[in-house]
């Protein structure tokens, strides 16, 4: 490397640094090495296409006053473009610029004169939906804060989202792991942070993708050569939020890639909120260096919400919607529909439905007929409480001495069951179960499972035990 091309760029740097925010130097000032200096032309290597046109997009000014200061008005300036391919192998790579008054360079060299002001620049990694280098968020505003009610089922996650909406990447919670079964509202209060933070840092740039979509932009750009670009683009992500995280289970390449985006934006203060249908705990075919960085901030649970709180959301959606509807109908429906929220949701929409377009006046009886109708036709949720009940009525026995302290062998045993049919039967996360039956860690009830599963394949009695209890609990 020359000196001289060194000692030009250092002094190029020392200028934009006093001249942009410490972050933006860092991300994409910090990355560029000096390479030569040839006829006031100097060459700097950038990581990769899409660093560039970055560059070029958003600091194309101060490069130019920088370089003129230090070469004169002749000065020019030369991406080398580092390349990479899904091997590791250096590639060279050539770009042709599309306007007349750029020069096509030959093998890795981008000759970018300084004095373009309207350069036409594309980004090569192109998500549907996001032109160019304007990222939209891809958040549905009608999911907010405002309407993600609090009760005691989601208190927790509720308060450590508004939390990082008010603070992205300053809070403890960095990453926010929101966890919990069907239709609880993970997608929800993921959204709701995201609404919030645009709308208290617009210039923060957030970003709302499923873990699906993300794996199978991975694939595409491995398959189009476009490895760093991908995490490039990843890594100017102020707010990354991620549905369904354990979409990631067993897609190796996708979990490397992710780990070192992850790493890169906890490193610089950028906020990551993921969301799971299951604890990190309970996550199979995650890599271990990856779900110890779902630890680092907090993975807060949502739980079906009590009595109190599914009256609340329904009263909450009939004021939105202006609908009126007697109390005794509203509580009708929070008691007969327990599972979830979205559920709850369906069946008021459904009772309103049925009224308006038979002319019915909504009446207990209405209810009722919808309600039937939509826990008959809707996939029943059996919960850790019922589960309870049916294995202590199976051993002739009260809840209490099931989750009691003793170790008489066969009150272990129904605890045991209750534990394997609360994991095979529920989304509860595994420490959910333990507090529930017994107040046990999740250490215990994975014990449980296990012992359980050893005897059904030794003991032909338990294996009945199973058996029997399975089919009560399929009714």
């Not at 580092?82 to 599309?98: A, D, L, S």
């Not at 980004?123 to 804060?145: A, H």
């Not at 929220?341 to 009224?355: D, H, K, M, P, T």
Request: with cysteine; hydrophobic share 40%; aromatic share 10%.
């Amino acid at each position: 490397m020359s000196v001289t091309a060194q000692s030009v760029w250092n002094n190029c740097l020392e200028f934009i640094k006093d001249n942009i925010q410490p972050q933006a130097y860092k991300t994409w000032f910090e990355p560029i090495a000096a390479v030569k200096l040839s006829n006031k032309a100097l060459s700097i290597q950038v990581p990769s296409k899409f660093f560039y046109e970055w560059l070029e997009e958003h600091y194309v000014k101060i490069l130019k006053v920088a370089l003129t200061k230090e070469l004169g008005e002749s000065a020019k300036l030369v991406y080398i473009i580092k390349m990479e391919n899904t091997y590791g192998n250096k590639q060279p790579f050539t770009e042709k610029i599309p306007s007349s008054n750029r020069s096509a360079v030959k093998s890795q060299d981008v000759d970018i004169p300084l004095n373009n002001k309207n350069p036409e620049l594309r980004n090569p990694f192109v998500i549907p939906g996001i032109r160019n280098v304007k990222i939209e968020s891809q958040l549905n505003p009608n999911y907010s804060f405002e309407n993600f009610l609090e009760g005691d089922s989601n208190r927790l996650a509720r308060s450590a989202g508004l939390a990082v909406a008010a603070k992205p990447g300053g809070t403890s919670f960095n990453p926010l792991l929101i966890f919990g079964g069907v239709g609880l509202g993970k997608t929800h209060l993921a959204h709701a942070i995201g609404v919030d933070i645009k709308d208290k840092y617009p210039e923060k740039t957030v970003l709302y993708i499923s873990a699906e979509k993300f794996t199978q932009q991975y694939i595409d750009a491995v398959k189009k050569n476009n490895r760093n670009d991908f995490i490039h683009f990843y890594q100017i992500i102020d707010v990354l939020i991620i549905d369904d995280v354990q979409f990631l289970s067993g897609k190796t390449g996708t979990q490397d890639v992710f780990f070192h985006i992850f790493n890169h934006l906890h490193q610089n203060g950028k906020q990551v909120i993921l969301t799971s249908d299951k604890a990190p705990v309970d996550m199979q075919d995650i890599e271990q260096r990856l779900l110890s960085r779902f630890k680092w901030g907090l993975s807060a649970e949502l739980q079906s919400p009590d009595f109190e709180t599914r009256v609340s959301i329904l009263k909450n959606k009939l004021y939105r919607d202006g609908v009126e509807m007697p109390d005794d109908i509203v509580e009708y429906v929070a008691k007969n529909i327990k599972t979830n929220v979205r559920e709850l949701e369906g069946a008021i929409i459904s009772l309103i439905a049925q009224s308006s377009f038979n002319k019915k006046e909504i009446t207990i009886d209405l209810a009722r007929v919808i309600v039937e109708k939509f826990v008959k036709n809707t996939k029943r949720e059996v919960s850790i409480d019922y589960i309870q009940k049916v294995v202590s009525d199976y051993f002739q026995m009260d809840i209490d001495t099931l989750q009691s302290k003793t170790r008489k062998r066969h009150i272990v045993q129904a605890r045991q069951l209750a534990m394997f049919f609360a994991k095979k039967f529920t989304k509860a996360s595994l420490a959910s179960i333990g507090s529930q039956i017994g107040k046990r860690d999740h250490a215990t009830v994975l014990h449980a499972c296990k012992t359980v599963d050893n005897l059904t394949s030794t003991d032909k009695q338990f294996r009945k035990y199973v058996e029997d209890i399975t089919k009560k609990l399929s009714v």
